[in-house]
């Protein structure tokens, strides 16, 4: 997840190709390490999914070291990057990072406002019941009156 940041703002400090090179042999580095980590630990989603298994509080722990390994690494990565970085390319990232953090923040507001428009329309729905079926006008023909 921060790699993926990272690599996204990367693409816009215009690395040199020696740059290039060097954040391409930390990632496959970090790569190799990461699947050396998910080959030794594989996980029972049988055991995950019950929380009443005898080996459930095991597996979640298990987990959960996993996941701060994971960030461990990546953290480890994206500061070996950032030491690949010139002092200006330094700068210029963290201004990317700033108006990305700035653009999701909108993001996230416009999806509340989705989501708070959306749970208005359902309630309205539920309060308005079935939508009516209209009833058809009455046809002058079938009036049952005599012509």
């Keep these: 997840m921060l790699v993926g940041l990272l690599a996204r703002q990367l693409r816009e400090l215009n690395l040199t190709a020696d740059q290039r090179k060097q954040v391409r042999q930390l990632i496959v580095q970090t790569r190799q390490s990461q699947r050396a980590a998910a080959a030794h630990s594989r996980f029972d989603l049988t055991v995950l999914g019950d929380p009443g298994s ?13 996941a701060a390994e994971r960030i461990s690494r990546e953290s480890t990565l994206a500061s070996r990057i950032y030491q690949v970085l010139t002092p200006e390319q330094r700068r210029n ?32 729905h539920h309060m308005q019941g079935p939508p009516q ?13 005599p012509s």
């Design 54 to 66: 005898p080996n459930y509080a095991q597996a979640v722990r298990a987990l959960q070291r996993r």
């Design 93 to 124: 990232l963290a201004t990317l990072l700033a108006a990305d953090n700035i653009r999701m923040q909108h993001r996230r507001e416009q999806m509340q406002r989705m989501r708070e428009r959306m749970r208005q329309r359902m309630q309205q």
């Design 133 to 145: 079926t209209p009833t058809p006008p009455a046809n002058p023909d079938s009036s049952g009156s």
